[in-house]
């Protein structure tokens, strides 16, 4: 298992700006959990949720994960390579770009790497811009990339 980043209070924010916090564990991507992302959003496009069409069809040759997929693990795997003391709240307060360089396809590994970019005092506490990516196991480019937004807000 990855070692978690430990933050301690603005100071310990303070002192890994411009540093990578770190890694999650790999994850395995699930046809399942291609499905169950398309039943929540009503994106069934057939890229993403035919087996036998993908076979024969996709460049791919296999379902791949909605772009959104991707992007919506990097609030569920945070907290894997983070771990944030000394904040009353810790909010995720957007998104200044994000990229989907490559396919992540139904069996691939994947995890999230962090990195904070930036920092500035905002009142009661501070703003991070963190550069987030969910790499693809043997593969050179990322299922997404994104600039995020969190606010580190004090007691």
């Not at 310990?12 to 790999?26: D, H, I, N, R, Y």
């Not at 069409?53 to 040759?61: D, G, L, Q, V, Y």
């Not at 296999?62 to 909010?91: C, K, N, T």
Request: charge should be negative; include cysteine; aromatic fraction near 10%.
């Amino acid at each position: 298992m990855p070692d978690t980043t430990i933050i301690e209070g603005l100071d310990g924010l303070k002192a890994l700006v411009g540093k990578p916090l770190g890694a999650s564990e790999w994850k395995q991507l699930a046809y399942e959990d291609i499905l169950r992302f398309a039943e929540a959003t009503g994106d069934f496009q057939w890229i993403h949720v035919d087996r036998e069409r993908c076979a024969k069809e996709s460049p791919f040759k296999v379902p791949i994960a909605h772009g959104y997929y991707s992007v919506s693990r990097i609030a569920g795997l945070f907290f894997e390579v983070v771990d944030i003391r000394g904040f009353g709240l810790v909010l995720n307060y957007g998104l200044n770009k994000v990229r989907f360089p490559a396919p992540l396809k139904a069996g691939a590994r994947y995890r999230l790497t962090l990195e904070l970019a930036e920092l500035k005092d905002i009142p009661q506490g501070a703003e991070a811009l963190l550069r987030a990516s969910i790499e693809i196991e043997e593969s050179a480019k990322p299922a997404c990339a994104a600039e995020l937004i969190y606010r580190f807000m004090l007691p």
